[in-house]
């Protein structure tokens, strides 16, 4: 029997400036990194750091610049795939992948990024979800009760934290030429 990915992935929301979005995929074998929990309202990149100790967690990431990005909600759903891609291809006998993203997904970027994962060498069962890192609470009320703490599992959290690092050390995306995290292709980098 084959084993399950599991995949968290979150974008650094700044497509379109001098940048670029990035696009951020965190992939694990341990379940435990997709079980739904609160996280701080905080990043914590020595917790990621700590994180990427185990052997059987890794990421990818690429990025996004052109100005036609900025408006699209559907750049991580779009995106993602080829992260997925690039990492099936350092590993073996995975059967099924659970891919968690932040923020909204509809219906057919949902159906379409599950396709995409099927066609994958091996794969046969695609579980898809996403989470809202922040919400509101109660939406009768009249006062705005935000949710300060994330819930969603660790692997959107990680990410989060990772594609948040790179925008913010990486400005004028030089360091990252040789870096062997990076995907390039097709409309990336």
């Known amino acids: 029997m084959g084993k399950t990915l599991y995949v968290g992935g979150d974008d650094s929301n700044h497509a379109g400036d001098s940048t670029g979005e990035f ?3 965190c992939f694990s074998f ?6 739904v929990r609160p996280w701080p309202n905080t990043r914590n990149y020595s917790l990621f ?3 990427m100790r185990s052997p ?3 990421y990818r990431f690429t990025v996004r610049k052109a100005e036609q990005y900025r408006k699209s909600g559907l750049n991580l759903p779009i995106v993602l795939p080829c992260l997925i891609s690039d990492f099936l291809e350092t590993t073996e006998d995975v059967e099924q992948v659970n891919v968690y993203l932040d923020g909204a997904l509809n219906g057919d970027a949902k159906h379409q990024l599950r396709e995409e994962c099927l066609t994958f060498p091996g794969v046969k069962h695609v579980v898809i979800d996403n989470f809202l890192k922040k919400r509101q609470l109660d939406r009768r009320s009249a006062r705005k009760c935000i949710q300060k703490r994330p819930l969603c599992p660790r692997l959107v959290y990680m990410a989060d934290v ?3 690092h ?3 050390t990486n400005k004028g995306l030089i360091n990252l030429i040789n870096d062997k995290k990076l995907v390039r292709g097709n409309g990336l980098f």
Request: proline letters at 0%; aromatic letters at 14%.
């Open 23 to 25: 696009i951020v995929a």
């Open 30 to 35: 341990n379940r435990d990194d997709s079980i």
């Open 49 to 51: 750091q700590a994180w």
């Open 56 to 58: 059987e967690r890794d």
């Open 162 to 164: 990772v594609a948040n």
């Open 166 to 168: 790179l925008y913010f």
